[in-house]
């Protein structure tokens, strides 16, 4: 039988001048966004996919299909490439180890990435440091629930400790009787949950850096983060009338992170805009993740290095590019997937409505509520940006018609 793809590259083609390999493994829409800045800077891409029609395996010539839970699958693929990064981070700790033994350059580092894997040792490693974060505690019983409480008060926040995206892994519980189910699965999965306070917060913010090897950082303007249904669903960039106080205590929590955990790559640093004890503002830390991340996505429109680009140089030790937007606004609008699978014609629609416009489409197949894409729009008056950008996510998503 013919194979179902003949002209899949198993192995990636190094490019003459001593140009290195960068490889991804995973095959989702934060590698395949890697391609365009890869060939720019002269590298060659490879990506490890578990699905040959993966959104990364569409545009990447090299895109070997294999798990990243196969240890011998990631070995092999990581012995043809110079560095390996991230596309997720769910690799688990032992395949990372092995690539550490067989000398494989590996950025994010495997000591640094159990951060991003796990939200207890996250938030123990945080507390350590200094760094603010809301109140929390781990949970393995329902008395553990209960003392939290009495502490903190209801409702309060629960999360998986491992795996949770996009408000997935998260629920707010208002009586212990509401996590019996949720204590039950982390204790068959070991792990304990995570219980934090709700937090009364201003608005959510997000900064993003980049660290090279060297200990080189850059971070891009923090930006604000409006969420909806636990999506993010708009980026403002920079954070509409933040404090520069507050922008600063942003950022020096970010590389601040980035630092002592040894982050190599870009990182994404999730924060919560509270009521500072001055009636001012601050901020906590919510989450963070390991690679180029939602909230970075306008920067690749809107900054004169965008994030994908900066993540590629980082993980190879190259210089890094400047953060600087080139606009004094940038609005990022996802696209969510929608009823209508046909997604060329309302693209095609949106490019000719607005021409000052740049739509970047994942290579997924939608369904209602799936991240399929995003918008970027960028100039003088923020909201007339809002509004281009969400129509556009909108009609591309089918949420409007006209």
């Known amino acids: 039988m013919a194979p179902r793809y003949p002209h899949r590259v198993t192995r990636p083609r190094r490019a003459p001048g001593g140009f290195p390999v960068v490889g991804v493994v995973g095959g989702g829409q934060l590698a395949r966004m890697c391609a365009g800045p890869a060939a ?20 990447v010539p090299s895109a070997p299909v294999g798990s990243h839970l196969d240890a011998d699958a990631v070995r092999r693929f990581a012995a043809e490439c ?17 690539l550490v033994e067989d000398g494989v350059a590996v950025h994010p580092s ?146 601040r992170v980035a630092g002592e955990l040894g982050v190599t790559g ?53 210089p890094l590019g400047s953060p600087r937007p080139r606009e004094p606004w940038t609005v990022m609008a996802n696209v969510l997937g929608g009823d209508y699978p046909e997604l060329y014609p309302a693209y095609r629609h949106v490019m000719a409505r607005d021409p000052g416009l740049k739509a970047h489409l994942y290579g997924k197949g939608v369904r209602p509520g799936r991240k399929i894409g995003h918008v970027n729009v960028s100039g003088a008056v923020l909201e007339d940006l809002r509004e281009r950008a969400r129509h556009a996510a909108d009609y591309i998503g089918g949420a409007v018609t006209e």
Request: overall charge negative.
């Open 110 to 255: 495997p000591d640094a990435l159990r951060f991003a894997q796990d939200k207890l040792a996250m938030r123990e490693r945080l507390t350590a440091l200094g760094v603010p974060c809301p109140r929390w505690a781990r949970a393995d019983t329902a008395a553990d629930v209960e003392a939290f409480a009495a502490e903190v008060g209801w409702p309060l926040v629960a999360k998986t400790p491992r795996g949770g995206y996009d408000g997935k892994g998260v629920t707010v519980a208002s009586s212990v009787d509401e996590l019996a189910d949720w204590l039950e699965r982390a204790a068959d999965a070991g792990t304990g949950l995570l219980l934090e306070e709700r937090v009364g917060f201003r608005r959510e913010l997000a900064v993003l850096l980049a660290r090279s090897p060297s200990g080189q950082a850059a971070a891009w303007p923090v930006v604000e983060t409006v969420q909806t249904g636990g999506i993010c669903t708009e980026v403002l960039a920079p954070a509409p009338d933040l404090d520069d106080e507050v922008a600063a205590l942003a950022v020096e929590a970010g590389l």
């Open 82 to 98: 110079d560095v390996v990064t991230f596309d997720h981070e769910h690799v688990p700790q032992e395949v990372l180890a092995l």
């Open 266 to 318: 870009v990182l994404a640093v999730e924060l919560f805009e509270v009521a500072g004890a001055d009636g001012g503002s601050s901020v906590l830390v919510n989450e963070l993740a390991m690679r180029p991340h939602n909230s970075g996505h306008w920067s690749m429109d809107g900054a004169v290095t965008g994030q994908f680009e900066q993540h590629l140089r980082a993980v190879l030790d190259l």
């Open 40 to 59: 720019e800077l002269g590298v060659t891409l490879s990506v490890l996919t578990e699905d040959p029609d993966s959104g990364a395996a569409l545009v």
